[in-house]
């Protein structure tokens, strides 16, 4: 059954699955890693679509907060070499076990660009969580992204800097990411969106169980200890003020094991009154379901941030 619903000016839903469906069991480590690698396997999707004019850089630069060299990879619209004006720009954030580049690799993230004059950057985060370590101090990934990666890429590339042109997305473990950068420092962008996002991270210990050997206490400190409710998104929604939000997009599949948290991520965005859209359509935990959902969030980011039909 296909439904969409708007409720007043606050959220809307576009849904499309079984009551039963979505009920799948929790994998196993084994299963989890022989998922990734499957994915990790999957045939390369081209940087630029045949006469789409998207092209890609890659770049390395020298990160003073990290002190050590990261990567980042660019997608330019078609109009970037001719126009000489200024874009707005979408971080895209990769997931756990994934390289930067893997949205342009498992996606057709090329072709679906070509009809908008935005700007992509898909940088690198190793396994980080986008959080700031708790046990390893060098590892401050949050400070990374506002003290060193945006303004190079705002040296480097024509992208404009406003808030109101700027947007972040992500898959999975990107999802939470975004979702938190998203929720702790609205102004810094005007859309946000969650691609089947780890959204309980931070108290889910089934979860933690499935990522070892990676050690999630390292990373989040200690439970009740103050770095770990920093990245308690669930418990951070309470205490928003949705005058000062971006617009949220969230999508997951029907049958991905992270669904209910995804959909108790929706319910408390509804409950505090912040404008959201929630997708989902049959599929797991896959790059094939990101991929088919990929236009559907660039067209609420156009829409959102008033993007201009690419010329």
């Given at each position: 059954?296909?439904?969409?619903l708007?409720?007043?000016?606050?959220?809307?839903?576009?849904?499309?699955?079984?009551?039963?469906?979505?009920?799948?069991?929790?994998?196993?480590?084994?299963?989890?890693?022989?998922?990734?690698?499957?994915?990790?396997?999957?045939?390369?999707?081209?940087?630029?679509?045949?006469?789409?004019?998207?092209?890609?850089?890659?770049?390395?630069?020298?990160?003073?907060?990290?002190?050590?060299?990261m990567?980042?990879?660019?997608?330019?619209?078609?109009?970037?070499?001719?126009?000489?004006r200024?874009?707005?720009?979408?971080?895209?954030?990769?997931?756990?076990?994934?390289?930067?580049?893997?949205?342009?690799?498992?996606?057709?993230?090329?072709r679906?660009?070509?009809?908008?004059?935005?700007?992509?950057?898909?940088?690198?985060?190793?396994?980080?969580?986008?959080?700031?370590?708790?046990?390893?101090?060098?590892?401050?990934?949050?400070?990374y992204?506002?003290?060193?990666?945006?303004?190079?890429?705002?040296?480097?590339?024509?992208?404009?800097?406003?808030?109101?042109?700027?947007?972040?997305?992500?898959?999975?473990?990107?999802?939470?990411?975004?979702?938190?950068?998203?929720?702790?420092?609205?102004?810094?962008?005007?859309?946000?969106?969650?691609?089947?996002?780890?959204?309980?991270?931070?108290?889910?210990?089934?979860?933690?169980?499935?990522?070892?050997?990676?050690?999630?206490?390292?990373?989040?400190?200690?439970?009740?200890?103050?770095?770990?409710?920093?990245?308690?998104?669930?418990?951070l929604?309470?205490t928003?003020?949705?005058?000062?939000?971006?617009?949220?997009?969230?999508?997951?599949?029907?049958?991905?094991?992270?669904?209910?948290?995804?959909?108790?991520?929706?319910?408390?965005?509804?409950?505090?009154?912040?404008?959201?859209?929630?997708?989902?359509?049959?599929?797991?935990?896959?790059?094939?379901?990101?991929?088919?959902?990929?236009?559907?969030m660039?067209?609420?980011?156009?829409?959102?941030?008033?993007?201009?039909?690419?010329r």
């Open positions: 059954m296909r439904r969409a708007t409720i007043g000016l606050t959220f809307a839903v576009a849904v499309s699955w079984s009551p039963a469906r979505g009920q799948s069991q929790a994998e196993t480590p084994e299963q989890f890693y022989q998922r990734l690698s499957e994915q990790q396997q999957l045939p390369s999707a081209p940087v630029r679509s045949e006469g789409s004019g998207v092209t890609a850089q890659d770049v390395v630069f020298q990160s003073r907060t990290l002190d050590r060299e990567r980042y990879r660019v997608l330019l619209p078609a109009s970037y070499g001719s126009a000489h200024y874009y707005p720009v979408l971080y895209l954030l990769h997931g756990y076990m994934n390289t930067y580049y893997d949205w342009d690799k498992q996606t057709n993230l090329a679906d660009l070509e009809k908008y004059d935005l700007i992509v950057v898909m940088p690198e985060f190793d396994n980080s969580f986008y959080l700031n370590s708790a046990g390893e101090p060098k590892d401050r990934y949050i400070t992204f506002f003290r060193d990666l945006t303004p190079d890429v705002e040296r480097r590339f024509r992208a404009r800097t406003e808030t109101p042109a700027r947007a972040i997305a992500g898959v999975s473990m990107g999802g939470y990411g975004a979702m938190l950068w998203a929720l702790r420092y609205p102004q810094a962008f005007s859309f946000a969106a969650d691609f089947s996002g780890s959204i309980n991270f931070a108290r889910d210990a089934q979860m933690a169980e499935i990522l070892k050997p990676f050690d999630t206490v390292k990373l989040l400190g200690p439970d009740d200890s103050g770095t770990r409710k920093y990245g308690d998104i669930m418990a929604v309470p928003l003020d949705a005058s000062s939000l971006p617009y949220v997009w969230i999508t997951c599949g029907a049958d991905d094991p992270l669904l209910k948290q995804n959909l108790d991520f929706a319910e408390g965005l509804r409950g505090r009154h912040i404008a959201f859209e929630l997708h989902s359509a049959p599929g797991g935990h896959a790059w094939v379901y990101w991929d088919g959902q990929l236009p559907s660039l067209v609420a980011l156009a829409r959102t941030m008033r993007l201009p039909e690419a």
